[in-house]
């Protein structure tokens, strides 16, 4: 009940955190087991959902440590013939262009992203993907609210000038 209540939850921050598919399905795996093993330790202050994102959060950043941050793959470096993840998530069947321009578009979102802090990437997607209040994130990140405040707004800044770059790089090959 609980993998399948929380299970595409924990995948799509566990993506967002280390930009690879096998890397964020081995933190939700890991995430459930950590979790099972630990969950006497759960005092029930915070959320359930904020104490297992903060097993899932750790075990990310211990994960991105350990491979030292390889690059993550382009969209278009998908293996046994996988749909790119662009064409995954469209509805509808674009064309070719428009494929093409999302898969840039993510991709550059993806880079921005790995440009951020922990602190700040984990804020950004918690506020901006997850759409999770100020205070829950407080309590995923153990920290204060004006602290979440300024990461989440340095994370806003550092990703809309990297996809401004982006966009002056995409007119001028135009």
């Not at 602290?147 to 550092?158: E, L």
């Amino acid at each position: 009940m609980l993998v399948d209540r929380y299970g595409r939850y924990l995948f799509r921050v566990a993506f967002r955190m280390t930009g690879n598919e096998q890397d964020a399905e081995d933190v939700v795996q890991e995430s459930f087991l950590r979790a099972f093993r630990n969950l006497g330790s759960y005092d029930g202050r915070a959320a359930f959902s904020s104490w297992l994102f903060r097993i899932a959060h750790n075990y990310s950043l211990d994960l991105l440590r350990v491979r030292k941050a390889r690059p993550a793959a382009s969209l278009s470096d998908q293996e046994d013939g996988a749909r790119p993840l662009a064409e995954a998530v469209a509805d509808g069947r674009p064309n070719p262009e428009r494929l093409a321009s999302s898969g840039q578009l993510q991709l550059r979102l993806r880079e921005a992203l790995a440009g951020l802090t922990e602190q700040e990437r984990t804020a950004f997607t918690l506020r901006h993907y997850e759409e999770l209040p100020i205070a829950e994130i407080c309590q995923v990140l153990e920290t204060s609210e004006n602290a979440v405040k300024h990461a989440i707004f340095r994370a806003v800044r550092k990703v809309r000038k990297a996809m401004a770059e982006a966009e002056g790089e995409w007119a001028w090959k135009a």
